[in-house]
């Protein structure tokens, strides 16, 4: 079913990126090494099962704790494993397997798949997507019988595909969709078994009608009747960043507010892309377990933009080789420009949560009188530079900053682009004259951190930066606003639908 085009106030269009966008997927050469973290995001400590010096193979699970908050890490390489360490990872330090491959690129098939996976209970479904570790897909994990998600199958009723990407350096997934659909309908189908209660809503970039029309051709195809299933929608969105954040797709599609803090599980929501609904159907029909994944290799100083197939554990520095261009100093951010995680350490692994990687060009060099450039390739929300007149201009992002930081002029940029309409150079002065409690009047936790404030302010300012030490220096003081119910919550959509032009 197709629903009707929704769309959200404020946000941004990028313009188009320089550089070559590639139209095929690169597989990487095997690793030597891998590194394989013990721990996600969402996830608690698990129990290791191998010791240093133990043969492993691709796919082996090499810990897990069925009765936490976690899911198993599993062995992406044939080989032996080499070390046990900590390593610094994203939010603090988490246990690590090292694992020397032995250069054999084969893996074990997971022990009860089916290609008709009809045939297979739904039990045994739940456990070939855990134990093939594709139940640390999507930011909160998919529920299955064992405890690796924050929430229960039965309680989702809903699963949100996404399909398209917005930020600057965003790749299409129409590529990775192109000759799978009909492995992507049975993994939506596989997911529905698992999650009996819920609807299923594909987000898409709503002037990609190729991309739409082969999805619902796809759909109708994989159902074997004319019509698409009745828990099946295919939702039309406008392509402006951050649109494929969780939050904003919660708010446009199902017209639903994720709790201050939550996930989108909190509310019976799973999130997930055209990738994860892959590699559940490779999982449980065909035995693969999730030992590879392809990520999106795209910025300033890539040489091509493009999607790489790599072993999950992979050092960032294996996957920078080659691929970054010649005499460039290169900034390498897990995940979009303006919200991820700048990563230093280069020895870093590539982990199973990873879908895309953003190399930008570090621009060191001071720009004299920056706003006197004519800016054929500059970007700028105030239509100041010549690439707003010369549609043909593409842009180049790196970490210049063109400018200097300088005192606010109330140009209202910051409150024009915010998707969840706060002030945000209000939050900002209220943080810097320490008055959090104005603060938390004036919304901060309505904060959803897509960055866009900071990226739009003629004057450098960094206002994301500002209001997520605010946040942070809040939580730490035991803010009762953090601890808000789902309940209070869903009464706060209420106010917020009235300013949200759907
Ligand atoms: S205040 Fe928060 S949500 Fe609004 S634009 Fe800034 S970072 Fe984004
Ligand atoms: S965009 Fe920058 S200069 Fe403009 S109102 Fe916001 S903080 Fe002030």
Redesign the pocket.
């Known amino acids: 079913m197709l629903n009707k085009y929704r769309r959200f106030r404020g946000g941004y269009t990028f313009r188009k990126p320089e550089g070559v966008f590639k139209k095929n997927i690169e597989t990487a050469p095997l690793p030597k090494k891998v590194i394989i973290p013990l721990k996600l995001r969402f996830g608690s400590k698990i129990t290791l099962l191998v010791k240093k010096g133990h043969r492993v193979r691709a796919g082996q699970v090499i810990a897990r704790d069925d009765e936490t908050i976690s899911t198993p890490a599993v062995a992406s390489v044939n080989g032996t494993v080499e070390d046990i360490l900590q390593i610094n990872y994203f939010y603090g330090k988490v246990d690590a397997v090292v694992i020397r491959s032995d250069g054999t690129s084969d893996y074990m098939k997971l022990e009860g798949s089916e290609e008709n996976y009809t045939r297979l209970s739904h039990d045994k479904i739940s456990e070939l997507i855990y134990t093939s570790g594709a139940a640390s897909l999507g930011k909160s994990g998919i529920p299955t019988i064992f405890k690796s998600s924050p929430a229960r199958p039965k309680s989702i009723n809903s699963i949100i595909i996404t399909t398209f990407g917005t930020g600057p350096f965003a790749l299409d997934d129409e590529l990775i969709f192109k000759g799978r659909e009909s492995d992507f309908y049975k993994g939506l189908d596989i997911l529905k078994r698992i999650l009996p209660n819920a609807k299923t809503t594909i987000a898409m970039d709503k002037k990609n009608k190729t991309f739409m029309k082969g999805m619902i051709d796809a759909i109708r195809r994989g159902s074997t009747t004319t019509t698409v299933p009745d828990w099946i929608f295919v939702q039309p969105l406008e392509k402006k960043y951050p649109q494929e954040s969780e939050d904003m797709l919660v708010r446009a599609i199902l017209k639903k507010k994720i709790p201050i803090g939550g996930l989108g599980v909190d509310i019976g929501v799973l999130i997930l892309d055209i990738h994860d609904v892959l590699r559940v159907y490779e999982a449980v029909a065909l035995g693969k377990p999730f030992i590879e994944r392809t990520v999106a290799f795209a910025g300033s100083a890539a040489r091509e933009n493009k999607y790489i197939n790599m072993r999950i554990g992979v050092s960032l520095e294996e996957i920078l080789k080659g691929n970054v261009k010649d005499n460039t100093e290169p900034r390498a951010i897990f995940g979009n420009a303006l919200t991820g995680l700048l990563e230093k350490d280069v020895s870093m692994p590539v982990g199973r949560s990873i879908g895309h990687i953003t190399i930008l060009e570090e621009a060191r060099a001071r720009q004299f009188l920056a706003f006197m450039h004519p800016g054929l390739c500059q970007d700028s929300?105030s239509n100041a530079f010549l690439s707003s007149c010369v549609a043909s201009s593409k842009i180049k992002y790196d970490t210049n900053m063109r400018g200097e930081l300088?005192?606010?002029?109330?140009?209202?940029?910051?409150?024009e682009v915010c998707p969840v309409s706060i002030i945000?150079?209000l939050l900002?002065k209220q943080i810097k004259h320490d008055l959090c409690d104005g603060a938390e009047k004036l919304g901060i936790f309505e904060c959803i951190d897509c960055g866009l404030?900071s990226y739009?302010?003629?004057?450098?300012?960094p206002?994301a930066d500002d209001i997520a030490s605010g946040k942070r220096k809040l939580i730490e003081e035991g803010c009762p606003v953090w601890k808000v119910k789902v309940k209070e919550s869903e009464e706060a959509v209420k106010g917020y639908r009235g300013r949200m032009p759907l």
Do not use: D
């Not at 300088?406 to 409150?415: D, M, S, V």
């Not at 739009?456 to 300012?461: N, Y």
């Open positions: 929300y300088r005192p606010c002029i109330q140009c209202g940029y910051c409150e945000p150079h900002s404030c739009v302010c003629p004057c450098k300012i206002l």
